[in-house]
């Protein structure tokens, strides 16, 4: 018997591929020493006698991935969303940020937001927060007492910002590096990633300086890529000498190779952004929601698919309204489904087992053998009680699961695991 | 003081007309013989002595409107969406549907939805039941003790259909008359509606049919139009002689004219059909989660607004995943969203005061004067309390509003009004 082996026992299901969900009815998902160590229907001789959580005919599925959201934003989610993403940033995202120079708001907001993001199913997540270095400890600590396991960005923005949202470059840098030596041992489930808001509001040394920071810590880092026609034109004017806005990034070295990184949207990549995407293995944080409330369009998720470039779900708070990562699923098929009807027959429309791999093996796959049950992943498990939406003695497990995705609310998110913690 | 007569009191919002809000923070609502009496800062001293109900700063809004949605298929919702229109029919719909011969399984699906049905934020709706008499009385009974206004059909179907889900032509027409004459005088909620399912499936015979009925008992119809490229060529092809699908029901004089008619979908009209929906004043039943979710496309709705065309929101389950008109708004506006994005720039997206329009007085005036506070509207009120989403003190009443479009769930809805009588 291993005294660090536990199993819950329930209906499990998980991604095998981005094709292939494997399921079963009633079995024994197996926890030892923080990892899966396999879903079994019964449980094999070497950890007889372990402790057995049964949780009947609920499902556990992998803890889902929130691989762009931005903390601050969460207190004006579904508001103001009549307009297009640069005027939506001035009108809205900026003057709510500016309020989190002040360290009581910080606390109430971010309480909201973490409490939030603690009844979710998500279980990892990377999080822009503002360029505010006492909020973003805030917001650490906040997180951290979640369990929930997050990078998390002071935002760096030198540029193009208004006056109560700017720094200098060299406070951008400075306060960066002095923010990220106080993050060291400081944290077991945050981690501080580098966050540049996006090219337009960086100028070109900040960049230097971030890209310098990146190779003396090597940090992760995280930013927005070609969301919007006017976002992406802007880009152009401002690095007239490049292919494409990821070029940008690529310029100063930030734009994924040695150092993961996250680029949020991708809604229009062209050639030469997809290939450069692929070579340097940047994952693709896509967010259906926010893609269609601020009308930037549809990201051609199946080509990246296609491609086997790296791709997960966003909820990109507040340009989507909803924190829910079940929900993005639902946005990820609607949304392709109406670029397939509307715009390309050739990208055929998500399907329910590719918008699930994209928010757990997807995703997961930044923090390494994440968002699966197949042995030596992290145990992040998620039980959801589905009771509430009936029928669940009559459906298939995965019939169960495709409700979940189209109707859970956070009533459904019953209990979380960690890295084989119990959180929830 | 007016025996009849009562106040509730809190936050009221309703549309003037598209584009125009009206709200008051702290107000009174009054009711007077069934209808509203208006909205009051202070009360008017002809209602002085009236009782009121203080629902301190909770959200007061008409009652919304569900122009379309299949009762049946409600324990099938938010499955199965992996097909178009036509093969989604044949292979989840229809099997489905034929469940309904048997009473016993009619009275316990037709439970779960009537049961959603109440706890939703609907207080009228245009309901499709099955072709099956039993089950459609069974269907009727239910919404009957919910207090919700509805008409409701059974469904007429003779051709192209499975075998154990038809009519011959003779059958459907005589079980519908002796449904309609069973149900004179036996409900106070609900009414009979002609219900053919669409072109496809009802012989030229079987439409006359129903048109002779229509006119002999002056009764509203419910049909399905355009939604679909598949059905509108297939529609082209049995009925070769039309301009437009709208044609083939106006064949037989049942498209609009002196009885209400509402057409669902309305996604793909041609000038034809639009002028002649127009002239005949069809109402448009816009779907636009079950247009996103089987892939049919999203309708012009800014069309339907800019020609003054009769147009509401339905939640069209289970094509729709979501009985909640609410979310039927937020898709609205984000389906119009991604046609603005990906396919028409000529049409702007609807904004929240549009959608809320269309959810209330836009799909009430198929009542009369049903869906707003104006004097003398029909009394059909929502309480609803926000209080989970946070921010209540900190938002305007048209902000409120608009959060919870975008989240809100059934624990909002705490109380019901209609025609002035408490329902729930």
Redesign the interface.
Known sequence: MNNNAFALKGSVIYSQDCNTLVSAATSYLICEDGKVAGVFETIPSRFEGIPITDYGNKLIIPGLIDLHVHAPQY?Y???G??LELLPWLNTYAFPEEAKYAEEAYARKAYG?FTRALSASATTRAAIFATLHVPATNILMDLVEQTGVQAYIGKVNMDRNSPDNLIETTVQSVEATEKWLKGCVGRYENCKPMLTPRFIPSCSNELMAGLGELQRKYKLPLQSHLSENASEIAWVQQLHPDTHCYGDAYEKYGVFGGECPTIMAHCVHPNEAELELMDKNGVFIAHCP?SN??I????APVRTYLERNMRVGLGSDVAGG??LSIFKAM?DA???S???????DKTLA?L??PEAFYLATKGGGAFWGKVGSFEEGYEFDAVVLDDSNL??SEE?SVQ?RL??I???S?DRNVIHKFIKGKQIR
Do not use: H
């Open positions: 207190t989610r579904a508001l969303m009549d909201r929601q269609m409330n009308c930037s369009g549809v309204a909803d639902a098929i609607r949304a489904k109406l670029r397939w009807a509307l715009k429309p399907t329910v009936e029928g459906f019939q495709e409700r995705i189209y109707l609310d």
